[in-house]
């Protein structure tokens, strides 16, 4: 069976899939439907948007799909100005309540998230997701026990000079790494090619959650330490020969934001 079959009793040879191919695989028909060749095939990125810009429904793609429940596409009903609002009013969240998150919420975020755009529609995230607040709190327990390492050591750390007070914080009793955070994300891929598709899916994620009435915060420093100190890249658990690319913290916030910060003006040059 085809990769991709084109219905001829429904297809008008309109060409559209073939002008909107990402990799030009789809080869138009002089009089009627279009084809990919077999040896085309192994070049398809499983993009579906052959499937989803026929007018007539005439293309059905045979590799594995996970469609949304409702697959119609209706971005046109949303109102710029409350999506600039929306994307203005976000909030990077360091004070959460004391309250799980449920999973059942957890998974409809990442519903939307697993759509983030890719690089040729690679799809190379993988997650690790915790919602166990005292996994979390060891997580950042290694992050200070990695900076008092650190600080002992004669290197020019680039980060050495937060060291100190990161440390004083936590002997005092304050989480400054995760913030007491009841959830945590963290991005990863099986090679360090899967980066920018890893920041994508997670800057989604972080677009996405205020929907849910969530708040998130990158948290750089554990992903610091996750890097350089095996310990804490232990206890996270990531599979051997996996790549950690970034973990967020997300929770329902304690605070309401009533205001938009000001920001710096877009720094634009035109051509």
């Not at 594995?64 to 596409?73: K, T």
């Not at 060891?138 to 980060?159: E, N, S, V, Y």
């Not at 800057?203 to 915060?217: K, N, R, V």
């Amino acid at each position: 069976m085809s990769l991709i079959s084109f219905d001829v009793e429904k297809c008008t040879a309109c060409g559209i899939c073939s002008m909107i191919c990402p990799v030009n695989i789809i080869m138009p028909g002089e009089k009627g439907a279009p084809s990919l060749p077999t040896e085309y095939e192994a070049f398809c990125t499983r993009c579906g948007h052959c499937e989803a810009v026929c007018p007539t429904n005439a293309i059905m793609v045979n590799y594995q799909s996970f469609p949304p429940e409702d697959d119609n596409a209706s971005i046109e009903q949303i109102n710029p100005e409350q999506l600039k609002k929306y994307v203005q009013s976000r909030r990077s969240i360091r004070i959460f309540k004391n309250k799980p998150v449920e999973k059942e919420k957890i998974r409809d975020l990442f519903e939307a998230v697993r759509f983030a755009p890719s690089g040729m529609n690679g799809q190379p995230v993988k997650w690790l997701v915790v919602t166990d607040a005292s996994e979390i709190k060891k997580f950042a327990d290694l992050t200070i026990d990695w900076m008092r390492m650190m600080a002992g050591k004669d290197a020019d750390h680039p980060l050495k000079r937060y060291f100190p007070i990161l440390v004083a914080l936590a002997d005092a009793g304050f989480d400054p790494i995760c913030r007491n955070s009841p959830g945590l994300v963290y991005a990863y891929s099986e090679n360090a090619s899967g980066y920018t598709d890893s920041i994508i899916a997670l800057t989604t994620f972080d677009l996405i959650a205020p929907s849910f009435g969530l708040g998130t915060c990158w948290v750089g420093l554990l992903h610091r330490a996750a890097v350089e100190y095996q310990p804490l890249k232990e206890a996270l658990g990531i599979p051997a020969g996996f790549v950690l690319q970034f973990p967020m913290l997300f929770g329902y916030p304690k605070y309401k934001h009533r205001k938009i910060p000001g920001r710096k003006k877009a720094d634009i040059i035109w051509r």
